[in-house]
């Protein structure tokens, strides 16, 4: 190998005939060059985002099989708190993914000094056939599993970001067919209910809910707005919101004091124009950068807090 979701979901098309998805590519390119446009202060520092979505849009082979579970295979999971993705992997080839994961790599290379050796140790190992797709997958509290840090060397959050970067082409068609089963009673975690994925966005929609986005897989669901994704508290008094400047109105940080994470968050009755969680999240680092340095972390990395 070289070392080179509503909201939140990407572009996936069905055929008409029998519902099953289409080979389409996740193509986020135009909802990304509108968000350059609004924030071009931002274009250089966003480059690498816009290539990684340009390898996603160009991404060919095969996705695997998507998931045909019925509503009562899945529901009888998430009734457990189990996401699919633990009792049901897909079978993605390694050389499917080398493309993808290579141009991270690089990205992750040039972004973090130093990384380079360990990176080339986790490419080495992969081109052995020691570790595969299966590893970058999420477990429970956490992104990728632990071996990669023993293989590499890697802090886990320069590991995650390379799941990020490079399944998500295969997981959201995975599971298309399942994401018409769930609804908002059947799921209370804040992990996502198919991938196990921690949140990576917050939208407010027209009815006033809040819904969470994955941006491992495009899931999304509902969650409570009170209540914090990743400890879980409920007390008014750990919950507080940090709002931006007055340009970016309807977009906020809502953070924990408890476990100090936080999620960005964007109200669609404000921002109706607004694109994808993934594309929101990715091009506003200036609200990484507030939240940051108010004390507080976030569980879904971003490339350039790798610097």
């Known amino acids: 190998m070289p070392t080179r979701e509503g909201p939140g979901a990407g572009p996936l098309a069905s055929r008409p005939d029998d519902g099953e998805p289409a080979r389409v590519a996740i193509d986020l390119r135009e909802e990304w060059g509108d968000l350059l446009a609004r924030r071009a202060e931002f274009g250089v520092a966003l480059g690498a985002y816009g290539e990684i979505v340009e390898q996603w849009a160009q991404w060919s082979p095969e996705p695997p099989a998507p998931l045909a579970w019925g509503s009562a295979e899945c529901r009888a999971r998430w009734e457990r708190g189990v996401p699919l993705l633990a009792e049901a992997s897909p079978a993605i080839r390694a050389g499917d993914l080398e493309e993808l994961l ?163 968050e964007l109200d669609r009755r404000v921002r109706w124009n607004a694109r994808s969680a993934l594309v929101e999240d990715w091009g506003s680092p200036h609200f990484d950068v507030a939240a940051r340095r108010a004390g507080y972390w976030r569980a879904c990395p971003t490339l350039l807090l790798l610097v």
């Open 102 to 264: 290579g141009g991270v790599m690089e990205h992750v290379a040039a972004a973090r000094e130093g990384a380079a050796p360990g990176l080339q140790r986790l490419a080495a190992a992969w081109d052995r056939g020691e570790i595969g797709p299966a590893a970058l997958f999420p477990a429970p509290g956490r992104v990728g599993a632990p071996g990669l840090e023993a293989v590499s060397g890697l802090p886990a959050d320069l590991l995650s970001f390379l799941a990020y970067g490079s399944l998500r082409p295969a997981l959201e068609p995975y599971f298309a067919l399942c994401r018409r089963h769930l609804d908002e009673h059947v799921w209370a975690l804040g992990v996502c209910p198919f991938c196990g994925g921690p949140a990576g966005f917050s939208d407010v929609l027209e009815d006033g809910k809040r819904r969470l986005a994955c941006h491992l897989c495009g899931g999304g669901w509902t969650f409570g707005r009170l209540r914090c994704p990743h400890c879980g508290t409920e007390e008014s008094t750990d919950l507080v919101r940090l709002g931006p400047e007055e340009r970016d109105q309807g977009y906020t940080i809502v953070a924990c004091r408890r476990c100090k994470a936080y999620l960005k």
